[in-house]
């Protein structure tokens, strides 16, 4: 994520801030130049000089202060691109619902921050019912059965429980995984989505992929189970990026969009903040780093990944001095860096796609 700043007072400011602690101003993300700008009241609406003046306000979910978004006053449907890909929203009526509701939201906004600044087609179902992207946030005590994560259709299925720490740690622990956070989720699932999306239906596409992480054609209901009784291959740490995505090549195609996505974020940050290493070592090339450069802009994801290695290095041994969890605790050998760099090249490719059909 970029650095954000209250264009009144400069004061430093965090992407989901709708005051200014320092100046008191009206905050608001702005989509068209990812800004957190200071807003200029006109009535029950907001000016905004990077629009020629034009009248805007905010998305209609800033009635629950789960967004802080602003849309074109004369938007059709008064949300956000983020909030109109919901479908089913946990109950704001009840505080415990609508706590878990902020927490998904904060997430599924970085993930659209993310997606739009990586130009990848998105679109809401209701735009779009065929290929569009919707959410629910279900509750299982609200479902009439139980709540299966996941994504059909374009239609992505999260339990709300997830926002809960203590929750999701309990899960954490119970399947064994060294990593489970919302941000996550929203990764993974968005990712079998993108899946549909650029690869299904393209023959090169679809060749490329299946070098590299296998025929999708495989039984999926097979292969997890498989992978629940007997446990991922005692090697897959040189050939999968996590122990669940062995469990199936949509699986791994699904773990590794998610930790291209972590990469990125964790490099645009490191960035926005001038971060390098230059470690104390008698050999200290390999831990050295400078994240000079944007990588939603860079090309080589060689180059991406070797800036990143290094600061989650950092970040780790800082962690562990706090007794807290490594951020990143992953390893990205050969095999998984390969896959990184096929995805950033489709991703490449989507995106030059997107700009030739708007002339």
């Known amino acids: 994520m970029k650095l954000f700043q209250c264009l009144n007072c400069a004061h430093p400011v965090f992407f989901n801030n709708v005051t200014c602690e320092n100046c008191g101003s009206w905050l608001a993300y702005y989509p068209p130049t990812a800004e957190m700008l200071a807003l200029i009241p006109f009535g029950e609406v907001w000016l905004i000089p990077q629009d020629g003046f034009r009248a805007h306000r905010y998305c209609a979910n800033h009635a629950h202060a789960v967004c802080n978004w602003l849309v074109p006053n004369d938007s059709p449907t008064g949300f956000c691109a983020a909030c109109d890909l919901n479908r089913t929203v946990p109950d704001p009526q009840h505080p415990e619902s609508l706590e878990e509701w902020r927490a998904l939201e904060v997430a599924k906004h970085y993930l659209v921050y993310a997606l739009q600044r990586l130009g990848l087609p998105l679109l809401s179902k209701s735009a779009d019912p065929e290929r569009g992207l919707a959410f629910d946030f279900l509750s299982p005590e609200a479902a009439p059965e139980?709540?299966?994560?996941?994504?059909?259709?374009?239609?992505?299925?999260?339990?709300?429980?997830?926002?809960?720490?203590?929750?999701?740690?309990?899960?954490?622990?119970?399947?064994?995984?060294?990593?489970?956070?919302?941000?996550?989720?929203?990764?993974?699932?968005?990712?079998?989505?993108?899946?549909?999306?650029?690869?299904?239906?393209?023959?090169?596409?679809?060749?490329?992929?299946?070098?590299?992480?296998?025929?999708?054609?495989?039984?999926?209901?097979?292969?997890?189970?498989?992978?629940?009784?007997?446990?991922?291959?005692?090697?897959?740490?040189?050939?999968?990026?996590?122990?669940?995505?062995?469990?199936?090549?949509?699986?791994?195609?699904?773990?590794?969009?998610?930790?291209?996505?972590?990469?990125?974020?964790?490099?645009?940050?490191?960035?926005?903040?001038?971060?390098?290493?230059?470690?104390?070592?008698?050999?200290?090339?390999?831990?050295?780093?400078?994240?000079?450069?944007?990588?939603?802009?860079?090309?080589?994801?060689?180059?991406?990944?070797?800036?990143?290695?290094?600061?989650?290095?950092?970040?780790?041994?800082?962690?562990?001095?706090?007794?807290?969890?490594?951020?990143?605790?992953?390893?990205?050998?050969?095999?998984?860096?390969?896959?990184?760099?096929?995805?950033?090249?489709?991703?490449?490719?989507?995106?030059?796609?997107?700009?030739?059909?708007?002339?």
């Open 146 to 359: 139980p709540v299966m994560m996941g994504h059909q259709d374009g239609l992505i299925t999260l339990n709300a429980h997830e926002a809960n720490p203590a929750h999701r740690e309990s899960v954490r622990l119970a399947v064994h995984e060294k990593y489970r956070t919302l941000i996550g989720h929203f990764r993974h699932e968005v990712g079998h989505y993108y899946w549909d999306r650029l690869i299904a239906g393209d023959d090169q596409q679809l060749a490329a992929f299946r070098q590299l992480f296998g025929d999708e054609t495989a039984a999926y209901d097979v292969a997890l189970k498989q992978h629940y009784q007997q446990g991922p291959p005692p090697d897959w740490n040189q050939h999968f990026i996590t122990k669940y995505a062995s469990a199936h090549p949509w699986e791994d195609w699904a773990e590794t969009w998610a930790h291209y996505l972590h990469l990125l974020d964790t490099l645009e940050t490191a960035h926005a903040f001038g971060l390098s290493t230059q470690p104390r070592l008698p050999k200290p090339e390999t831990l050295t780093a400078v994240a000079d450069f944007d990588p939603y802009l860079e090309p080589d994801m060689d180059r991406i990944i070797d800036a990143c290695i290094p600061i989650t290095f950092a970040v780790n041994s800082l962690n562990r001095g706090m007794g807290r969890p490594d951020l990143y605790p992953f390893v990205l050998f050969p095999a998984v860096r390969a896959k990184l760099r096929f995805v950033h090249e489709l991703v490449g490719v989507a995106k030059k796609k997107q700009w030739s059909s708007k002339g």
